[in-house]
């Protein structure tokens, strides 16, 4: 045989075995796909039965068995979402990092990107951070500016900057896109976080045209509710009308809208009225709007009660429910149907023990604030009721608090504290150092001096109410202390102002008492 022709054949036969070696790998990667999708699938329809630990466990052995699997994306996306309801924030991140790292042209790339935008936005986690969030967020509109996340994430990003007090950017990123999606599904919340930073901004005439134009344009908004109250309000503040006497909720009893010793009082965003009904160891809530629903918690039907002097109640913007107990030196909380999310407290005379607490007051990322009126401190706990620190007893002894008797948040989520004993509001920031010094007091009845200030209370205006029992009248300042208003018993009609047990003032601007010896809510509008 010719060396020619044996370099011929072994050619051909070098052709002919790296065809069947094409052939043998193309089967086997397409068995190995075909056997990955299967897992993909059970692991899927396992999440449309809502059995999340046997879908996870199906993701998890796909990975192990098929790394490389065009599904891998998909099993680390689904893997995170279940590390997120767990609310395990760290492992969840760590799966949405795999796939923007791994995947960063993957189907799933944008949503991970976005998932990594809401670990650093979310309050609960211990790892928050604004700043990092809106660089996240941002991260989709530059790597995907064609996804369908994309707008989406500019606007998380815009409602970002407001928390960070940045509101003209923000403003002008909100403004942008409702410019460019006015039919967008966020548009009306975007006009209605353009509203509210007017309001921050103090501009509030720029304010009303913004939630006007909510009210025209987005009827049907889940935010014309809150817009329309807050331009009901912001009409009533720029005409700097009067308040009077509207109606009486309630007598002696303990059916519903009935009390015993009324005391502390919260309104929410819906247009609930939180009582803390503590003559009958209950808290209530009462319906005022279609919005509202009626709510008792502390009573059950059968057992023991839960409280035993339930004395202040705050509701939070997400329907959560605090209570004070002074009796049982404890706090409470509940979620929006009443069922308890945790408790804390204990008595004694350390920071974060109580000797007698009396108010409650929970900002927007949902730290809470404890006025300690046995220790003449307050407390401040994080989301989970760990104790943070404690201030009010520190410094001269002007900057001490001397008999302080409520608690409140203003706009910018500083502490507001009524002391009675020195008839002053002190201001404090929420690392606990004193920024202000309010009131003084005075033989005359002029603005801003206050003979026994007992409540306080802030609309979403942030301007602040002020109950002072001496004088028998509620001074309204706005939130740099400017007086606006005198607010008095009026001739003929219930004495409002007698013995109050707490003050709250709604999102349209109605303002609400607790008489705790006639054992009645008056409401003033």
């Known amino acids: 045989m010719k060396p020619n022709t044996n370099r011929h054949i072994l050619k051909k036969l070098t052709v002919m075995c790296f065809f069947f070696a094409v052939i043998i790998q193309n089967a086997f990667a397409f068995e190995t796909e075909l056997n990955a999708k299967k897992r993909h699938d059970t692991a899927i329809e396992f999440l449309k039965q809502d059995k999340y630990d046997d879908a996870v466990k199906e993701f998890k052995s796909l990975l192990a068995a098929y790394p490389n699997s065009p599904f891998s994306e998909d099993a680390h996306y689904w893997i995170g979402k279940f590390y997120w309801m767990k609310k395990d924030y760290d492992s969840a991140l760590r799966e949405f990092t795999i796939i923007t790292s791994r995947f960063p042209d993957g189907r799933k790339a944008a949503d991970a990107q976005f998932e990594i935008g ?170 005022l709007t279609e919005e509202g629903s009626a709510l008792e918690i502390g009573r059950p039907k059968k057992g023991e009660d839960v409280f035993k002097r339930p004395v202040d109640v705050w509701a ?104 009675t004993g020195l008839k002053r509001i002190m201001k404090y920031n929420k690392e606990g150092r004193l920024l202000q010094q309010f009131g003084m007091e005075s033989s005359k009845k002029e603005p801003g001096s206050f003979k026994e200030p007992a409540n306080i209370a802030t609309d979403r205006l942030g301007n602040i109410y002020i109950l002072d029992i001496g004088r028998s009248n509620i001074q309204k300042f706005d939130r740099d202390f400017k007086f606006l208003v005198e607010i008095k018993n009026e001739k003929g009609k219930p004495k409002i102002i007698d013995s109050p047990g707490g003050l709250c003032v709604s999102p349209a601007g109605e303002i609400f008492i607790s008489d705790s010896s006639e054992h009645k809510i008056y409401k003033l509008e």
């Open 118 to 287: 809401i670990y650093y936005s979310t309050i609960e986690n211990p790892k928050y951070d604004l700043n990092r969030a809106i660089i996240e967020y941002l991260k989709i509109p530059q790597r995907y500016p064609n996804s369908h996340i994309a707008d989406d994430a500019r606007y998380y990003a815009a409602r970002s900057l407001i928390d960070l007090s940045n509101y003209e950017q923000a403003i002008g990123d909100l403004s942008s896109l409702i410019t460019k999606h006015p039919d967008s599904e966020f548009a009306d919340d975007a006009q209605y976080y353009i509203g509210l930073s007017y309001i921050y901004l103090k501009e509030y005439q720029k304010a009303k045209e913004a939630f006007q134009r909510l009210k025209d344009s987005y009827p049907y908004s889940n935010y014309h509710v809150y817009g329309s109250a807050l331009l009901l309000l912001l009409n009533k503040n720029l005409s700097n009308s009067q308040p009077r006497y509207s109606n009486t909720i309630g007598e002696k009893g303990n059916d519903y809208k009935k009390f015993s010793e009324p005391l502390g009082i919260s309104c929410d965003e819906k247009g609930n009225l939180y009582i803390a009904d503590t003559g009958n160891k209950r808290i209530q809530r009462i319906n």
């Open 316 to 419: 939070d913007r997400d329907g959560n429910i605090y209570v004070v107990d002074s009796k049982l030196f404890k706090v409470y909380k509940f979620d929006e149907s009443g069922n308890p999310v945790f408790t804390f407290g204990k008595e004694g005379k350390k920071d974060g023990e109580f000797k007698e607490p009396s108010a409650i007051a929970v900002d927007y990322e949902g730290y809470i604030y404890i006025m300690d009126k046995g220790n003449k401190k307050i407390h401040k706990f994080d989301r989970t009721g760990g104790f943070l620190l404690s201030f009010g007893d520190k410094g001269s002894k002007d900057e001490k608090l001397d008999e302080p008797s409520d608690i409140s948040i203003d706009i910018k989520g500083n502490i507001l504290v009524v002391d």
